[in-house]
């Protein structure tokens, strides 16, 4: 292939992943949006009652199509299908290795299952809902999301058979990028690719740790043994990634041509502060603290949040506990929190127009109408932080 054939089919197979990160987006958006104008309308009614109100016909539908394009994607024995082209496909997936690896949802056009971007976006789609679950309730949609988010986690349960292994990679991309074909029609059994103890892969076992305990948290009220089953293979995974430190990308370096990961040390933090929130273990605060947070956190540098780099992700996450506080707390702690607080305000003034420190690809970043790739993945990733921020 000529090296201009090999950046398109890149570009557009790499493009094709926002899609799932940015119908999160979306429907955060809209769900924010429900959530405003629920404001609004409590204010003006003066009272102190936080029950939703009637929901926004429109922007109900739009959460509700958003929500159907996770439908779309899935893979494997299907269960209350609501689209009508779909039916069941990769069903012997995971099968050579005694696994069902059959659930998990596909790339994109492609039928390629990706851990890492798909643990991503079951992170998202966790955050999402324990952000704006009243509202998706009251637009009907909560159930289905949640449907949406076990169909990964189910998955990656099942690709974490034993501590210290991970099966990060369903199918042959060069292969399967050959030709365009529907999930229903996969034939054979597909190639397996796993992280261990001698090819270790810390971004991509810590982000399947963060999606797990931030899904455990979305579960704990509606199926504890479930919830606790997703936190027991996140503390795990945690460990394995950080005991074992190496980048997937060196570790196996065929990924580099579809999800290259530009380093590991922002998904360690972003996962254990995740699996703080999920299981109030000091550990984890001390590790994004005291142990790490000088050497990973890149405090003081605001980036942009994506699919490679969470550290943006993370600063949010903890300026909430130093905003709110946590419990049992050391002073240190809590100067390293206002770390995290202090870069995120410097990452919403780069994002907010009239402030100085604004940043000139704003209108790139946020509206999201660049072709490249990383365009509408970055704005719409943005655009959720922002949300949750103010
Ligand atoms: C560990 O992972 C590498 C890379 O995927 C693989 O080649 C190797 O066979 C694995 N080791 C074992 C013991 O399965
Ligand atoms: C993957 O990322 C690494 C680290 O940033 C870089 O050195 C390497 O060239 C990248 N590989 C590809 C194929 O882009
Ligand atoms: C989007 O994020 C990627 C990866 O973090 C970064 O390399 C790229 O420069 C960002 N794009 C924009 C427009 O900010």
Not at 55 to 75: M, N, P, R
Not at 291 to 320: C, E, I, Y
Request: charged share 20%; net charge negative; proline share 3%.
């Amino acid at each position: 292939m000529e090296a201009k054939d090999v950046e398109d089919t890149e570009s557009n197979f790499r493009w094709c992943w926002f899609l799932l990160v940015s119908v999160i987006a979306i429907l955060v958006i809209v769900a924010g949006v429900l959530a405003i104008l629920e404001d609004l309308k409590d204010s003006k009614k003066d009272s102190a009652s936080h029950h939703p109100g009637p929901v926004v016909k429109k922007y109900a539908d739009a959460l509700e199509i958003a929500l159907q394009f996770f439908d779309g994607q899935k893979s494997g024995k299907l269960v209350n299908n609501r689209i009508g082209w779909r039916g069941d496909s990769g069903l012997l997936d995971g099968i050579e290795m005694n696994l069902d690896l059959s659930k998990g949802m596909y790339d994109a056009g492609d039928l390629m299952k990706f851990g890492f971007p798909m643990a991503f976006t079951a992170t998202m789609l966790s955050w999402a809902i324990l952000e704006y679950e009243e509202n998706m309730k009251t637009a009907k949609q909560l159930g289905h999301a949640r449907d949406s988010l076990k169909w990964i986690t189910d998955f990656l349960i099942n690709a974490h058979p034993s501590e210290n292994v991970l099966y990060i990679q369903v199918g042959d991309p060069e292969l399967d990028h050959q030709c365009w074909e529907r999930p229903e029609a996969i034939r054979g059994i597909r190639p397996l690719t796993q992280v261990n103890t001698s090819f270790p892969g810390t971004e991509v076992a810590a982000e399947t740790a963060a999606a797990m305990a931030s899904a455990s948290l979305v579960f704990k009220k509606i199926d504890s043994s479930y919830s606790n089953l997703l936190l027991e293979h996140a503390q795990q995974l945690f460990s394995f990634a950080d005991a074992y430190r190496g980048s997937y990308s060196v570790s196996i370096p065929q990924v580099q041509n579809y999800y290259n990961s530009t380093g590991y040390e922002d998904e360690l933090l972003w996962a254990a502060a995740w699996l703080y929130h999920a299981s109030k273990d000091l550990s984890y605060l001390k590790y994004v603290t005291e142990l790490n947070g000088q050497q990973f956190a890149n405090w003081g540098n605001p980036t942009w949040f994506s699919w490679d780099d969470k550290h943006a992700g993370t600063h949010v996450l903890l300026s909430r506990l130093n905003i709110f506080g946590a419990k049992g707390m050391s002073s240190e702690e809590n100067l390293d929190l206002q770390m995290y607080r202090k870069t995120s305000e410097a990452i919403m003034c780069e994002l907010l127009p009239d402030s100085p420190t604004a940043t000139s690809s704003r209108t790139k970043v946020l509206l999201s109408m660049q072709v490249v790739w990383y365009g509408s993945q970055n704005g719409t990733a943005c655009n959720m932080l922002w949300l949750l921020h103010f």
